[in-house]
């Protein structure tokens, strides 16, 4: 029998397996090129529905059941995992500042910086997948095993929609389908460096592990609600967009519940 991967190795190739979700799911574009604003918002709001999803069934109640082990109570465990959270929020805030990026919808914001659009929409695509990598990486902590396996099929599935969502906008901004599969199947290559610094923290220590769980849920929540929701919820769609984003949590519900 081969030996079983370690945390680290788990943690990475778990991650680029998520990440190479962007370029499966941008592969349709060259199929159909021409994709209506409303429906490209429509997948990018199930994929932050899929990312919520994740979030409180992946990281948060793991996180939480794991901090009640160490702490010994309820309360103080969610006390440990809200203060994870705001690190990871803390931190995304942090990074959005420094890095320049443009978003199709919001402009461009972060550090003023000489880069072509293309450029400033790859790293702010970038943005939105350091977290989700980071959270394989993260449930990879005690080893390869189901909780590792499940965010990593569900952050492979959120990036299906996100892929598709983010290749449609660029060749609705005039690039080429080649252009747009590339860059989409690119920015999902960052996943990889998240997951490798999160199983990375979590195996120098079993006791960091909720505080890494909890920073990565905190860390996508601030993705959510602060780069995809302003996003999707314009020009009237705010119903519409509603619905996708509830439709994609129960995706990722029933995902988590089937894995275990």
Same mark, same amino acid.
């Given at each position: 029998?081969?030996?079983?991967?370690?945390?680290?190795?788990?943690?990475?190739?778990?991650?680029?397996?998520?990440?190479?979700?962007?370029?499966?799911?941008?592969?349709?574009?060259?199929?159909?090129?021409?994709?209506?604003?409303?429906?490209?918002?429509?997948?990018?709001?199930?994929?932050?529905?899929?990312?919520?999803?994740?979030?409180?069934?992946?990281?948060?109640?793991?996180?939480?059941?794991?901090?009640?082990?160490?702490?010994?109570?309820?309360?103080?465990?969610?006390?440990?995992?809200?203060?994870?959270?705001?690190?990871?929020?803390?931190?995304?805030?942090?990074?959005?500042?420094?890095?320049?990026?443009?978003?199709?919808?919001?402009?461009?914001?972060?550090?003023?910086?000489?880069?072509?659009?293309?450029?400033?929409?790859?790293?702010?695509?970038?943005?939105?997948?350091?977290?989700?990598?980071?959270?394989?990486?993260? #449930?990879?902590?005690?080893?390869?095993?189901?909780?590792?396996?499940?965010?990593?099929?569900?952050?492979?599935?959120?990036?299906?929609?996100?892929?598709?969502?983010?290749?449609?906008?660029?060749?609705?901004?005039?690039?080429?389908?080649?252009?747009?599969?590339?860059?989409?199947?690119?920015?999902?290559?960052?996943?990889?460096?998240?997951?490798?610094?999160?199983?990375?923290?979590?195996?120098?220590?079993?006791?960091?592990?909720?505080?890494?769980?909890?920073?990565?849920?905190?860390?996508?929540?601030?993705?959510?609600?602060?780069?995809?929701?302003?996003?999707?919820?314009?020009?009237?769609?705010?119903?519409?967009?509603?619905?996708?984003?509830?439709?994609?949590?129960?995706?990722?519900?029933?995902?988590?519940? #089937?894995?275990?």
């Amino acid at each position: 029998m081969s030996e079983p991967l370690s945390p680290l190795a788990a943690g990475l190739l778990g991650s680029l397996v998520a990440g190479l979700g962007t370029g499966l799911g941008a592969a349709p574009i060259f199929a159909r090129a021409t994709w209506s604003a409303s429906a490209r918002r429509m997948l990018l709001a199930a994929a932050g529905g899929m990312m919520l999803g994740a979030t409180f069934f992946s990281l948060l109640r793991p996180a939480l059941e794991l901090a009640r082990t160490r702490v010994g109570s309820g309360l103080g465990a969610a006390g440990l995992v809200a203060a994870g959270m705001l690190l990871g929020g803390v931190a995304l805030w942090g990074l959005h500042g420094l890095v320049p990026h443009e978003h199709f919808t919001k402009g461009r914001e972060g550090a003023r910086a000489a880069l072509g659009r293309y450029w400033m929409v790859v790293l702010a695509i970038a943005l939105h997948n350091l977290p989700e990598g980071l959270s394989v990486g993260v #449930a990879y902590g005690e080893g390869a095993g189901g909780a590792g396996h499940a965010v990593t099929l569900g952050i492979l599935a959120q990036n299906l929609p996100e892929g598709l969502a983010v290749a449609a906008a660029l060749v609705a901004d005039g690039a080429s389908r080649t252009r747009a599969f590339v860059v989409a199947l690119l920015t999902g290559l960052v996943e990889p460096l998240g997951g490798l610094l999160g199983a990375l923290a979590v195996s120098v220590s079993a006791a960091l592990l909720p505080w890494g769980l909890a920073f990565a849920a905190g860390a996508m929540l601030f993705v959510v609600s602060g780069e995809v929701l302003p996003e999707t919820h314009v020009e009237g769609e705010e119903r519409s967009a509603t619905f996708a984003i509830t439709a994609g949590f129960i995706v990722m519900m029933l995902v988590a519940e #089937a894995l275990g």
